[in-house]
């Protein structure tokens, strides 16, 4: 069973986001994404000042299997990626939650907000 986390936000493409900082929200993929993707082998995703908006492909995810897109659960300017991953995106799949968080986004407006928007852990748990 995949590991779903209370404090987070879901989106219905298995994205993940979680409030950082005062703006900032941290973004990645969720347990039950990279288990389905299988092994991952590239992160493409936007460089630091690009805008961003919420629902739209921000990047792509590349396992053995398949590509898959990213999509950004919110909008705002991607302020850091984690470029770990550019050497060891197999962390995705090793820790998705922790080390393999894949960028973050200052958002436009209330982080609160832009979060109540997504699926709470126990909608997402339903859709999983």
Not at 46 to 62: K, L, M, Q, R
Not at 98 to 125: F, H, M, N, P
Request: aromatic letters at 6%.
């Amino acid at each position: 069973m995949s590991e779903i986390r209370e404090q987070l936000a879901y989106t219905l493409e298995h994205e993940w986001a979680l409030a950082v900082e005062r703006q900032i929200v941290r973004i990645g993929i969720t347990d039950y994404a990279q288990s389905l993707l299988g092994d991952i082998v590239f992160v493409e995703c936007p460089e630091p000042g690009t805008a961003v908006s919420a629902g739209e492909s921000i990047g792509t995810i590349e396992s053995v299997k398949t590509v898959s897109e990213l999509y950004c659960p919110v909008s705002g300017t991607v302020t850091k990626v984690n470029e770990t991953l550019i050497d060891q995106p197999e962390l995705v799949n090793e820790e998705p939650y922790e080390g393999g968080w894949i960028v973050e986004v200052e958002v436009q407006g209330s982080v609160k907000d832009a979060l109540d928007k997504l699926l709470t852990a126990e909608r997402y748990r339903s859709l999983t």
